[in-house]
């Protein structure tokens, strides 16, 4: 019966307010985690042949045979798996009895993983921001000169990070991965967040538009029907306003506002130097039916090909 209740309510067009991983409270004390039945990631890698002494005109042919061709030979893409155990864990699903049944940190690093593997099969180049033990690639660093990135006030610090690597690759675009959580199990569904600022805006929401189309239609093919809560501006975070002295700015700084990752708010020390950038909010681990469907064998494959199918879509449509 009740969950009969909780599948009509989270069929109802929920209102387009925005809730985020970020704004959940998720203080998981158990800290048991039960082992997820995804099979792990399994790359084909081949051995390096045993180089020969060969005419330079041949090996420059064979190099550039060897080299992968593929829709996205020459891009350049970052991923942004969300949180990690130390610095920022997020949202977590937990079974009736309190049980921690995964981190948001854990699937956002398992799909980044998954994803990365199937652009560079397209050819592209990929950064991805934290390595394979799932810690960032650089520390948070202290500029707002309190002596600390542990504070509340120290968000921007443990998001720059992020923004840094990225731009180093010289990402042309970038996706950042996300599960959402919020205290009210009934919001359920996936949505993606864009910044709508500064010159590529538009090319920002086409490709949010991009994602969120190929995300939801792969797992509405595979018998899960998510709730679709649309594309957002990344301008929501208003409880931001309460550390903008921390960075030298008033609380009437209205670009303060603006989603850390996506690299244009002015409270970060150095924006993010890409075109195009997305932060997916892939499915509510707060929510029931959304959790089911995270927990089947297949979830991680069918969210990484909708994923990698909406940065298909969005370069061939250029
Ligand atoms: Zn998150």
């Given at each position: ?162 923004i840094d690597f990225m731009s180093q690759f010289g990402a ?91 690299g ?6 150095n924006r993010g130097d890409w ?44």
């Amino acid at each position: 019966m009740l969950v009969h209740r909780l599948l009509i309510i989270s069929f109802i067009v929920l209102p387009a307010f925005t809730v985020s991983c970020a704004q959940a409270q998720q203080h998981h004390s158990n800290t048991e985690v039960i082992t997820p039945t995804w099979a792990p990631l399994t790359l084909q890698m081949q051995e390096p042949s045993p180089k020969e002494d060969k005419p330079e005109a041949i090996e420059k042919e064979n190099d550039s045979l060897k080299r992968p061709v593929g829709k996205l030979s020459g891009r350049r893409i970052c991923l942004d798996p969300g949180h990690d155990s130390i610095h920022v864990p997020g949202a977590a699903a937990h079974d009736q009895s309190g049980r921690v049944l995964f981190n948001e940190h854990e699937l956002t690093h398992l799909v980044a993983s998954r994803l990365r593997a199937l652009l560079e099969a397209e050819g592209a180049q990929v950064c991805v921001t934290r390595n394979e033990a799932g810690d960032l690639h650089i520390a948070p660093y202290d500029f707002n000169g309190n002596g600390s990135t542990r504070l509340p006030e120290d968000m921007a610090e443990r998001t720059q990070p992020r923004i840094d690597f990225m731009s180093q690759f010289g990402a042309e675009l970038i996706l950042s991965i996300h599960f959402n959580g919020f205290h009210n199990p009934a919001l359920s569904g996936a949505e993606v967040y864009y910044s709508d600022t500064g010159p590529y805006q538009h090319e920002n929401r086409r490709f949010s538009e991009s994602v969120l189309y190929s995300l939801t239609k792969k797992m509405q093919d595979s018998g899960y029907s998510p709730v679709v809560r649309g594309v957002h501006s990344d301008n929501y975070k208003t409880e931001y306003r309460a550390y903008t002295w921390a960075y030298g700015f008033d609380r009437g700084c209205t670009e303060c506002t603006r989603l850390l990752t996506l690299g244009n708010n002015p409270m970060s020390k150095n924006r993010g130097d890409w075109k195009v950038g997305a932060l997916a909010e892939v499915l509510f681990l707060t929510n029931p039916q959304d959790v089911r469907f995270l927990q089947g064998a297949d979830a991680m494959d069918i969210i990484t090909d909708g994923l990698a199918q909406g940065i298909l879509a969005y370069f061939e449509a250029e």
